[in-house]
């Protein structure tokens, strides 16, 4: 009896240490948010990292497990740093996400003091990167350099870093610099001290106040003594972009990458074969050109041609164009030089300046036949279609491989079968991804993004419900007439609503 009931002791025992091991192991150390709990979380927080996903999003699938490993090291760290998500595509969560305006997942935000401080994760997306990034993003936006030995670790050589020096840690400058750097903390790094002797380079008997940029690159530090906000701001951001941005298969470069493009400059990027035989020679004539046109608003970037495959499909670039040289204006134009020879890149980018370069329209191919419901709209074929048709026109802007795209396809079907008998109304979709779009008419950040356009011209943005009901309602209560020969616009009528409720009828027989 004895021997019995300690086999079943035995078994209970090894029962819970199995269910225990099954726990911990299924344990999420990220916290799932949605409607009825994100406020509350949030308000509970100082510091919290969230991300809006959607289930279907492969990137978002790509970061879950790297996410979770982040998330575990955290929950351990004194005081723990919570990681978030929330479901941002699911309908009763919608209203968060557009609080929060996102445009795509997985968009990662940061949180502080409950909510009232809202930043935008640009770190790592791995869990080491994950770790020390919000880490750091959880200490004090500026740390203090008080010998040379922390100097050596702030600085370093392989990173960007903002160090003001100052004859106190008070005064108008150091609120300045310290505003600063709690406003930029998220993409830049910031350190502060009384005694520049502690830094590596630069002037070390300077007293202050000055703001001392280090970078691994061109001049390796560089001073400005300006501390009004829009100037300081601009000389950090400005001074953190290589005189010449290196697009390549080095991580380290990376950074300076993703900055270049997010500066508001005119963009100048040439694409060439790295291992070419005339790869030197471009490089070094291109860099000369930089140099002259520094501080005019002009930013350059050198890119190999074998690691700029994403870039050659956003700009619609060719392999047989190379070596090529693309810039693409605030404005979204751009202008493109191909098969540039080293003796032409200074005159062409001088036309370019002087207004003598013509733009260069992204655009695939106009259909031979367009037959379908759904009118395929490019580039080349946009004037036609919605701007010079004299039509009423529902566009739609997608990409290829959107999910919520795909899903609303055979809607677009039916309210465009919907629509087949009245010559006024064209039902069209763009592929924005491979089709330049005129940004002064259409904001597209999202896919799909839908605008309707009347017949009179008159640009306005569908932010209704996607169904079938709800487009024929709204391309109804907007529709206009054509303008007639005389110059005169008639008002809106029902009786294309008469004939589309017929042919809806029709629809459903």
């Not at 697009?247 to 963009?267: C, I, L, R, W």
């Not at 495959?309 to 700009?315: D, L, R, S, T, V």
């Amino acid at each position: 009896m004895a021997i019995k009931s300690l086999a079943w002791f035995s078994i209970l025992v090894l029962s819970l240490f199995a269910s225990s091991i099954r726990s911990e192991q299924t344990k999420e150390f990220v916290l799932t948010l949605d409607h009825s709990n994100f406020t509350d979380t949030i308000n509970k927080h100082d510091f919290i990292v969230v991300e809006f996903y959607a289930p279907w999003c492969g990137h978002c699938q790509k970061l879950a497990p790297e996410y979770e490993k982040a998330a575990s090291e955290l929950s351990s760290h004194n005081p723990p740093l919570a990681l978030a998500k929330i479901d941002a595509s699911q309908e009763a969560n919608k209203g968060i996400a557009n609080e929060y305006k996102i445009q795509g997942f997985p968009t990662m935000k940061i949180l502080r003091n409950g909510g009232k401080t809202i930043q935008d994760y640009n770190g790592p997306r791995e869990a080491d990167g994950i770790v020390t990034y919000v880490k750091k993003q959880s200490g004090p936006a500026s740390v203090e350099i008080k010998s040379a030995d922390v100097a050596a670790e702030v600085v370093g050589d392989k990173s960007v870093v903002a160090v003001g020096v100052f004859p106190k840690l008070s005064g108008e400058e150091f609120d300045s610099f310290m505003a600063l750097a709690e406003k930029l903390r998220a993409d830049y790094d910031f350190a502060h001290t009384l005694d520049a002797k502690h830094l590596p380079r630069g002037d070390s008997s300077v007293q202050g106040p000055v703001v001392r940029l280090f970078k691994p690159f061109d001049e390796l530090f560089v001073d400005s003594k300006d501390f009004n906000g829009e100037a300081l701001e601009k000389f950090v951001k400005e001074s953190s972009i290589p005189l010449v941005t290196v697009f390549d298969s080095d991580p380290n470069n990376h950074p300076y990458v993703a900055k270049f493009f997010e500066s508001p400059a005119t963009k100048a990027m040439m694409f060439v074969n790295f291992t070419g035989a005339t790869a030197e020679s471009l490089k070094s004539k291109y860099r000369e050109v930089a140099t002259s046109n520094k501080g005019q608003d002009l930013a350059f970037l050198v890119g190999d041609a074998e690691s700029s495959q994403g870039a050659f499909q956003y700009f619609g670039l060719e392999e047989s164009q190379v070596p090529l040289i693309i810039i693409q204006t605030p404005d979204s134009k751009k202008y493109l030089k191909a098969n540039v020879e080293v003796d032409q890149i200074e005159s062409w980018i001088k036309d370019f300046k002087d207004g003598k370069v013509a733009a260069h329209k992204k655009s695939q191919p106009i259909p031979a036949e367009n037959n379908e419901p759904v009118k395929v709209v490019v580039a080349e074929s946009l004037d036609d279609i919605v701007f010079k048709s004299g039509k009423n026109v529902l566009i739609e802007f997608y990409a290829p491989w959107c999910g919520h795209c795909q899903k609303l396809a055979p809607i677009l079907d039916e309210v465009a079968l919907s629509f087949q008998n009245d010559p006024s109304v064209i039902i069209a979709k763009l592929d924005a991804t491979a089709n330049d779009i005129p940004s002064d008419t259409f904001d597209v950040k999202g896919f799909p993004t839908i605008y309707f356009r009347s017949a009179s011209g008159n640009v306005i943005v569908y932010e209704g419900d996607r169904t079938k009901e709800d487009f024929i309602k709204f391309v109804e209560k907007n529709s206009e007439k054509k303008a007639t020969s005389h110059g005169e616009e008639s008002t809106k009528t029902e009786e294309p609503k008469k004939t589309t409720e017929e042919a809806a009828a029709k629809d459903e027989l």
